[in-house]
């Protein structure tokens, strides 16, 4: 009972958002999802003097190496013209009578409606890895103790991204999440999954497990006008940030006496011990071994099977009607918005727009202040559309951008001139976006027409300032920019620095609130901000980009200012803007629930 006390007055000094006994509203009942504290032990020090040597590594110079040359295999005019005439004479066998598996598995499904997805796989020859292992070496070549061992690491990280991605309302690999449930009563695991259970990765009231192909149609309802939807009414209650996270508050009153709706979100503490873990597994040699060797096992191993089946394969896939490469759905991931179309796109659209819009207004001089036309800048920098070529443009991202992130992004200025950048591929400009909106719907219009290609493209809040959702909303609504096809994925640059030293923000926190104080809001009261409520329907996340070869010389424990007094010029560490992000975001998905 004594020890039981000291937990729960660690847990009660941890926590700093006090449970309210009753709650007037019922939207913002709280969910019974309670994030395990962390209990201050002695390995935490161990972990935290690792963690130190690690980043102490990291801080030196490394000589940057240049990336490998691409090889592509050559196959000789021979070996092709045998490898087709197996392929025939396999395809051409598979046409004619089924056999005796094949009978089977067609008796099968016509017996049950349920089948194992292997029944219809083709009669592959198995690899099968045979001989007793030596006494103490595992099959891998690894001590069992050095197994064991290795094991439970890796199921202790599969645990810890568990509990992050439950806590965050997002969805966790089913088949792991089934293994990880049968490990919930071993002793070594115990308090690792505290809260969580089979429940928490629930999506619109269908739990994970239970969730089937039809709650996800390949091909969603269409509409008119997407945007035109109904703003449903708000509700009443306060919002606050306090040391880099947002609370919510039911009135006034309760601000006044700081007593927050709680809305569970992870513990400073309990990151920073967790982040002490991984840094101590990303330095664990018996785990390095371990996973190398299993990793160079399956590789061999897929090896063998290609050389034993390819062909086989290769027959089996020519037998399925209306199914190639060009007409299976492909998603098209990490591409900025202002990098959807190719080079060519681009130059097309901009020789069209010197050939239609040449009169038209589409940026003010910097130094004089006068309204510019399109065939005044090009005039300015002594261009004419004759002379513009897919060289001349140099867009394209080549070999020499590789670990030069101030080349990769010089190629987002066409011609090298960031007023044909601001002009075409902003959305925040004089034309409000205008010309950018047109090329993204022509790049729409071909996803929409090729039909099984889909993309996740990614636009950038900078936190500069609160109206930048309204304004990146705006113009979504305003040019109607949107497709079945595509979703939109936020992107944060960890920029502190630099707006800092033009004055821009005053301390981290202003960054924060700019970010997600606006997010609040419209979830609050959607009737506040009607274009951003319409535009957040189509956004699937958020993510934190910069260069990350960057070196840090400042680390994230909790020793380090908050962000309401991170008044310093320097960038905060990596650690500290994902912690942050990642607690408001938890915070904001608990909410909007």
Not at 77 to 95: D, G, T
Not at 410 to 434: C, H, M, Q, V, W
Not at 477 to 482: A, D, L, P
Request: with cysteine; proline share 5%.
């Amino acid at each position: 009972m004594a020890e039981r006390s000291e937990r729960m007055d660690g847990r009660d000094d941890d926590l700093k958002r006090p449970a309210q006994d009753e709650i007037l509203s019922p939207t913002f009942a709280p969910t019974k999802l309670k994030f395990p504290n962390h209990i201050h032990t002695e390995m935490d020090e161990k972990f935290q003097q690792l963690a130190d040597t690690i980043l102490s590594r990291s801080t030196e110079i490394i000589g940057k190496e240049g990336s490998a040359p691409y090889e592509i295999p050559e196959y000789p005019i021979v070996e092709n013209e045998r490898k087709f005439y197996f392929e025939k004479q396999l395809s051409s066998s598979s046409v004619g009578k089924p056999s005796a598996m094949d009978s089977e598995s067609y008796q099968r499904m016509s017996s049950t409606d349920v089948y194992d997805e292997y029944d219809l796989a083709p009669d592959f020859q198995r690899i099968y890895i045979a001989g007793q292992e030596i006494s103490g070496i595992s099959s891998l070549g690894v001590p069992l103790h050095d197994l064991k061992e290795a094991s439970k690491s890796l199921v202790q990280a599969l645990m810890i991204r568990e509990k992050y991605m439950a806590m965050s309302h997002q969805s966790f690999p089913k088949i792991t999440a089934r293994f990880l449930q049968n490990l919930e009563d071993n002793e070594e695991f115990q308090g690792m999954k505290e809260g969580f259970g089979k429940g928490s990765t629930d999506v619109d009231g269908i739990p994970y497990f239970d969730r089937r192909v039809s709650d996800h149609p390949f091909h969603p309802p269409k509409k008119e006008d997407p945007f035109d939807i109904e703003v449903p009414m708000g509700v009443e209650c306060s919002l606050k940030m306090v040391q880099g996270l947002m609370y919510v508050y039911e009135n006034e009153e309760a601000v006044k006496n700081n007593t927050p709706l709680e809305l569970p979100y992870v513990q400073p503490k309990t990151f920073l011990a967790d982040q002490n873990i991984m840094y101590a597994l990303i330095s664990d040699g018996p785990l390095k071994s371990f996973c190398y060797r299993r990793l160079s096992y399956l590789s061999s191993k897929y090896q063998l099977h290609t050389l034993m089946n390819e062909l086989k394969e290769s027959a089996a896939q020519k037998e399925v009607p209306h199914r190639d490469f060009y007409n299976i759905r492909k998603v098209d991931t990490h591409v900025h918005a202002s990098s959807c179309m190719n080079q060519k796109h681009l130059l097309r659209f901009i020789k069209k727009k010197m050939k239609t819009c040449s009169d038209e207004v589409v940026c003010k001089d910097k130094k004089s202040g006068k309204e510019m036309t399109l065939a005044e800048v090009f005039d300015s920098m002594a261009l004419k559309p004759y002379d513009l070529s897919v060289d001349k443009l140099d867009v394209h991202a080549d070999r020499n951008t590789f670990h030069r992130f101030d080349k990769f992004n010089a190629k987002y200025n066409p011609i090298g001139e960031s007023r044909l950048r601001e002009i075409f591929i902003k959305t925040d400009n004089y034309i409000n976006g205008k010309y950018f909106g047109h090329v993204i719907k022509e790049v729409m219009e071909d996803l929409g027409e090729s039909k099984y290609q889909n993309a996740e493209y990614r636009l950038s809040i900078y936190g500069r300032s609160r109206d930048e959702w309204d304004k990146l909303a705006y113009w979504a609504i305003e040019n109607k920019i949107y497709s079945d096809n595509v979703r939109w994925m936020i992107q944060i640059p960890r920029l502190y620095d630099i707006y800092k030293s033009a004055k821009i923000v005053k301390n981290f926190q202003e960054i924060l609130e700019n970010i997600f104080m606006p997010l609040f809001e419209v979830t609050r009261n959607p009737q506040s901000h009607p274009e951003l409520h319409k535009f957040l329907i189509y956004v699937s996340g958020f993510d934190s980009v910069d260069d990350e070869s960057k070196t840090e010389h400042i680390k994230f424990d909790l020793e380090t200012p908050l962000p309401e007094d991170w008044c310093q010029d320097e960038n905060p560490p990596y650690s500290y803007y994902l912690y942050y992000m990642y607690a408001n975001i938890t915070v904001l998905n608990q909410f909007r629930r």
